[in-house]
């Protein structure tokens, strides 16, 4: 039987970007319009916020500390003891047009930072987010562009496959690529998942050891698990309806962490812990992220 425990009533507006930390055992994330690195420590269940300048979007682990996407560019971070979020520009990036700002974000399995960007009016459509390479520690490189929201960005246990998602209601889709590993470039796009055939849009993901792709269905209040055919393995609930990205971590990568939104301007009665963050047993174990190595 599945179980669903609510770890943080966080509230986030946008709570985005779950990272384990083993050294500390403790899950970090953001909440992208607050402007928040967050922090729960499974020893204590201790739950610290540092506030920062810019909307923070993603986070990676990083030899020296973290790095994240912001939204003017990419930054060191530095948690500081009075509960700021102080930031290093390492890379900044010519957004396609005004009211941009980034959104999902990880590393490959050879500590290369991968960022896609986004119009926050998600209204209008428009095919102007990309998906960027941090190369070095001061160039963002383009890699892909003509998405609306990119996200799901995931990749395989061995990293020879990437996965990407346009989470947007007009696509929701999610393709597959070969990657190379050398150069850090992906090709040979494939459609993987069509989202629609399935409950709830495409948003944060996953990879567990045996290279299941586990992505959040927001909107719908599920987490599918996805084999690497394709084929939907498992679906895992969560009692809110926008789930908006998972993370497997705990001593043995055996619990898989759940960020959600908690949005405004709506009755919330029916989903009183929506912006929480919650942790379900999958039943499989997951694989431990590779810090950036900038």
């Known amino acids: 039987m599945q179980h669903c425990e609510l770890i943080v009533d966080a509230r986030n507006a946008t709570g985005e970007s779950p990272v384990w930390h083993a050294g500390e055992q403790a899950l970090y994330w953001v909440d992208i319009p607050a402007r928040q690195l967050q922090r ?8 610290d916020v540092w506030q920062g300048d810019e909307m923070l979007a993603c986070i990676a682990r990083g030899a020296q500390g973290w790095v994240g996407a912001m939204e003017t560019g990419l930054f060191t971070l530095e948690p500081t003891a009075d509960g700021r979020l102080l930031g290093t520009l390492l890379a900044s990036v010519e957004h396609a047009r005004e009211g941009m700002r980034f959104n999902d974000g990880r590393c490959d399995r050879q500590g290369r930072f991968w960022v896609g960007t986004m119009l926050m009016d998600m209204q209008q459509g ?4 990309a998906l960027y390479r941090l190369d ?3 160039h963002l490189h383009c890699q892909l562009d003509g998405m609306i929201v990119p996200n799901g960005l995931a990749f395989s246990p061995d990293g020879r496959r990437m996965y990407l998602s346009d989470s947007h ?3 929701q889709k ?3 690529f070969d990657y190379d590993t050398d150069s850090g470039t992906p090709h040979n796009q494939q459609l993987f ?5 399935h409950p709830g849009r495409p948003d944060g993901a996953a990879v567990d050891q045996d290279g299941c792709y586990w992505i959040c269905g927001n909107d719908e209040g599920v987490i599918h698990r996805f084999a690497p055919d394709g084929r939907l393995d498992r679906s895992l609930h969560v009692p809110v309806k926008k789930p908006a990205m998972c993370a497997f971590g705990g001593p043995q990568l055996e619990t898989l962490y ?3 939104i908690r949005p405004g301007g709506i009755d ?3 989903q009183p812990l929506a912006g929480g963050v919650f942790a379900l047993n999958p039943g499989v174990k997951g694989l431990e992220e590779t810090p950036w190595q900038g």
């Open 193 to 197: 998942v069509d989202m629609r055939e």
């Open 258 to 260: 759940v960020t959600s």
């Open 126 to 129: 428009a095919q102007v987010g």
């Open 40 to 47: 729960w420590r499974l020893a204590d269940g201790k739950h």
């Open 174 to 176: 999610i393709w597959s």
């Open 136 to 138: 070095g520690k001061d």
């Open 268 to 270: 919330l009665a029916d």
């Open 169 to 171: 209601p007009t696509v």
